[in-house]
């Protein structure tokens, strides 16, 4: 292909550039046919480690291992080619050292082809932030309610009381020091996170946070009606596949059961061809079976 014909992937200094300007749209994807879709009408595809329990069924994010973040990272990159795509850094691969945050992050980059990756957490971050960034690693913030840490602060709303909507604005504005491009507002109360975008100079993408946040971003499968498990109240259902897929399979198995699948036009037609006569039955293995 040319380099003229090769549609153009976003990337992260235009997402950067988007602060204040046309709203940042973006959506989780796990897999290349679900890039494939989402990709001609969103900017940024997030490989959401999410997929621990959207995928994978675990309760929490923490099983997430870096080996599936990588396996699915390269995946939605080879299915897409218009969305800036970034992958989630799992649990317990950045929060030990800088050191083993940039092992982690450039094996991301390098086995997936991804152009960032997103690490949960503020100010204690910052410092971890700033060495990635200047080494050469993009890096998307995630602050408010952040899933890794459920454990100590359960899955609420954040920011209603005053001191932890300061510590919220504290974290917002380390991570955009650090050098973040962009930063993940999530479940925080809607004053804090429309706070955190009038100050800040980097874009900030919501969810379950606020309208007035540069973009927004929700969990493909919630909008779809595909992940029944919980439905969190910040999460708009625009289908529901989840119910199409149980009918689709019923029919299927109703037309299985009753003969009518395969048909003639599902069969591959030809002539019979001369089969050599089924070799008779040794008679002494049938006795040994009775
Ligand atoms: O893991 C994820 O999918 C996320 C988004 C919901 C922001 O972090």
Request: proline share 7%.
């Amino acid at each position: 292909m040319s380099s003229q014909k090769r549609p153009k992937r976003l990337s992260v200094p235009e997402i950067r550039a988007r602060k204040g300007g046309e709203k940042l749209v973006c959506l989780t994807a796990y897999t290349a046919p679900t890039a494939r879709l989402l990709d001609p009408y969103v900017d940024l595809l997030l490989v959401g480690d999410s997929l621990g329990m959207v995928l994978y069924g675990f309760e929490t994010t923490l099983p997430v291992t870096l080996d599936m973040m990588l396996v699915h990272g390269a995946a939605v990159v080879r299915g897409s080619a218009h969305a800036c795509v970034v992958v989630d850094m799992p649990f317990a691969t950045y929060q030990e050292s800088k050191e083993i945050a940039y092992r982690n992050a450039a094996r991301a980059l390098a086995e997936t082809g991804c152009a960032a990756v997103k690490l949960e957490g503020g100010r204690e971050l910052a410092e971890t932030i700033a060495f990635l960034v200047s080494r050469g690693i993009p890096v998307l913030g995630h602050v408010g309610l952040k899933p890794q840490s459920v454990q100590a602060t359960g899955y609420r709303a954040r920011g209603g009381a005053s001191a932890e909507a300061q510590a919220i604005l504290a974290d917002g504005r380390a991570v955009a020091e650090a050098g973040a491009f962009a930063v993940v507002v999530e479940g925080t109360v809607e004053p804090v996170a429309r706070r955190l975008t009038e100050e800040l100079a980097i874009p900030t993408i919501g969810i379950g946070a606020s309208p007035a946040c540069d973009g927004q971003i929700l969990v493909t499968e919630d909008i779809l009606g595909l992940f029944a498990e919980f439905t969190p109240r910040f999460v708009k259902r625009y289908a529901d596949l989840g119910d199409a897929v149980e009918k689709a399979v019923a029919a299927y198995a109703a037309d299985v059961r009753a003969g009518r699948f395969p048909g003639p036009e599902h069969v591959f037609a030809g002539r019979t061809p001369s089969l050599a006569p089924a070799p008779a039955p040794d008679p002494t293995s049938l006795r040994k079976r009775a």
